[in-house]
């Protein structure tokens, strides 16, 4: 059995890691909340975006080949943009990710296509690191609130190969954020654009300048960076709440370890009293003898 100086010890060790914890948790409380209001900001801009791409889509009465709309027959390349934190310590959020986009990479290969990885985060590109994959462009250090410029150079990157041929499609693997508990892990297609559907029914008679198809490709870029971020801002938000909800556990399973830690602390002192006392009662015997 350790010794109350040990025990000791360790409560003050594990005091000392709760109040760690629960200020981790307080900080990345707020964080959250800012990145829930970020999320939250670029929805109105990114739904204004789709209605006004569905109803360019739908009025298109030239080709879709040549433009981010053309889909290819034959996929042989295909362009995969993981996004996972740059830190630790979010519980499975991270793992939940990385099997996702394992498994996908795997599906791809089995059907003879070939694979390019683009890594957004620190986490996500260690993984492609240590397990081989080829890694073709990283970003890092995006920081908690990033902007739309900080996206860009990813988001050229894979429609500049969508455009050149060396990519027929390209996919975003990131986590969704539901709520504060719920964090899933998603795979969103980019390229080639997914025209929007709803806005068959509610045509509007607008007039374009200079013309519908110059602003349909002017426009598809922008629809391509704006669903990048989206994911991107996606994922910092269930970061932030998966990291909360894992130092709140952290500080409930600390708090418990004390109790535990506390109650053998003053059942090993009450054995060590017992036994000095009946030591002292045997040599008080032994000398009325």
Known sequence: MPSTREIRRRIRSVKNMTQITRAMEMVSASKMRRAQRNVLATRPYADRLYDVMGELTSRAVG???????????????VAV??????????????????????????DERERGRQIDVLGVGKKGRDFLVRTGQNLVAEVTKLGDYPKLVDTLGIATTVISGFRDGRYDEVYVVYSEFVNTLV???????LLPVEPPNEAAEKQVDYTYEP????????????????????????SIASEHSARMVAMRNATDNAKELTRDLTLTYNKTRQANITKEVSEIASGAAALAE
């Open 63 to 77: 080709g879709r080949k040549g433009t981010l709309l053309e889909v290819r027959p034959n996929v042989k390349s």
């Open 81 to 106: 943009i993981l996004v996972t934190p740059d830190k630790g310590l979010t519980g499975a959020m991270i793992t939940n990710v990385l099997r996702r986009v394992g498994r996908f990479v795997l």
């Open 183 to 189: 964090q899933r892990p998603a795979v969103k297609r």
């Open 211 to 234: 013309s519908q198809e110059e602003v349909m490709n002017e426009l598809l870029p922008r629809f391509v960076e704006v669903q990048l971020y989206q994911a991107i801002l996606e």
